[in-house]
């Protein structure tokens, strides 16, 4: 049971470079997240998704976008990367039936130089 | 009124020493309370909850003390471990809605 499974693990990007940060889900989650995680500033979310072609912004958007094509996928694109993206990014989901539980991907640390 | 103040930044802990972490919410319409648990090169992971319905849970070493008059909750960790050395998390929602998390603390239990 693979859970919610994120790649890459680490990346280093250039000022101005794009990517995107890959999210999967097996657990048939309605419900899907991405945060990014900073020292001492706690998880903030970046986008949220409540079901296929779904998606919000949450605390942070600026310089993310995201899609929902499937249940499964939630993938986070960054365009003309800053230094201010450096972080740990999270992908989360849980049911709809269930009113709290996170399930957590392992992270992604992404470096912006 | 969706932030929710966590504190310790930091904690150090003897072993079989007791930790407590404490987090402040101001929205009254919080109506959950879970505690994520995250060690290093991981994702955080659901340690424990609990809804205002009661004033304590307890799991384990692990217990929550909620004060709904005061707006606060805290994480008591009984016969604290080596072990139980990682990040943990205070959050709060509403009627499901997206989860605000605290600023986190990182605990250090020394042997």
């Known amino acids: 049971n693979a859970g919610v499974t994120q790649t890459p693990k680490f990346r280093i990007l250039k000022i101005g470079q794009s990517m995107t940060l890959q999210c999967t889900q097996d657990?048939?989650?309605?419900?899907m997240y991405w945060y990014r995680q900073d020292p001492g500033m706690g998880l903030k979310l970046i986008y949220y998704?409540?079901?296929?072609?779904?998606?919000d912004k949450g605390e942070v958007p600026n310089g993310y976008n995201v899609s929902r094509s499937t249940t499964e996928d939630f993938p986070l694109r960054l365009e003309l990367a800053a230094p201010s993206q450096t972080s740990v990014y999270f992908c989360?989901?849980?049911?709809?039936?269930?009113?709290?539980?996170?399930?957590f991907g392992e992270g992604s640390r992404l470096t912006v130089l | 009124q969706q932030q929710v103040k966590q504190s310790p930044q930091s904690l150090i802990v003897q072993k079989g020493g007791i930790s407590i972490i404490n987090c402040a919410y101001e929205?009254?319409?919080?109506?959950?309370f879970p505690w994520y648990q995250q060690f290093p090169g991981k994702g955080p992971a659901l340690l424990i909850a609990i809804r205002p319905d009661v004033s304590e849970k307890k799991e384990g070493r692990f217990t929550i003390s909620f004060n709904k008059s005061a707006k606060q909750f805290s994480l008591h960790i009984m016969d604290s471990q080596p072990g139980d050395s990682a990040t943990y998390f205070c959050?709060?929602?509403?009627?499901?809605?997206?989860?605000?998390f605290g600023e986190g603390t990182q605990l250090t239990v020394n042997p």
């Open positions: 959050a709060a929602s509403h009627s499901g809605s997206r989860l605000t």
């Open positions: 989360a989901s849980r049911n709809y039936r269930d009113t709290g539980e996170l399930f």
């Open positions: 929205n009254t319409a919080f109506d959950y």
């Open positions: 998704s409540v079901g296929a072609g779904i998606t």
């Open positions: 657990m048939n989650h309605n419900y």
